[in-house]
């Protein structure tokens, strides 16, 4: 499973730093990330990474958000700066895993963190 945090309520130009650490069966995970979704929106990837290192991030994020990952602890983080009242949504970590090994490789879920961002 994957256990989200770290979200809440901050003023526009503010910081948070989400967490996503992923438990249970796993034998290896290739991609972990972030995905949102706002009020009548569909959800949008934010950003991802993948156990090489290699990330992606969504152009309106780009510049103010950073994903990172600890593989030693199946943890992905956010770290989301200069906040805007658009970034207002709820916040889903994503992982990409193997329960075994030679086993297909499926996606998790989240619970979902909410990131309000006031102006």
């Known amino acids: 499973q994957l256990q989200a945090s770290g979200g809440g309520l901050v003023q526009a130009g503010g910081s948070l730093r989400l967490s996503c650490a992923a438990s249970?069966?796993?034998?290896?995970?290739?991609?972990m990330g972030w995905y949102r979704q706002a009020p009548g929106k569909q959800r949008e990837l934010v950003a991802a990474?993948?156990?090489?290192?290699?990330?992606n991030h969504a152009d309106s994020v780009k510049g103010r958000f950073t994903i990172s990952r600890d593989n030693a602890k199946n943890t992905v983080y956010l770290q989301m700066n200069s906040l805007k009242p658009e970034d207002t949504a709820v916040y889903y970590c994503?992982?990409?895993?193997?329960?075994?090994?030679?086993?297909?490789?499926?996606?998790?879920w989240g619970q979902g963190t909410e990131v309000t961002v006031s102006s």
């Open positions: 994503n992982a990409n895993l193997q329960n075994q090994r030679y086993g297909p490789y499926t996606d998790y």
């Open positions: 249970g069966s796993i034998f290896s995970i290739y991609a």
């Open positions: 990474i993948t156990s090489g290192g290699s990330t």
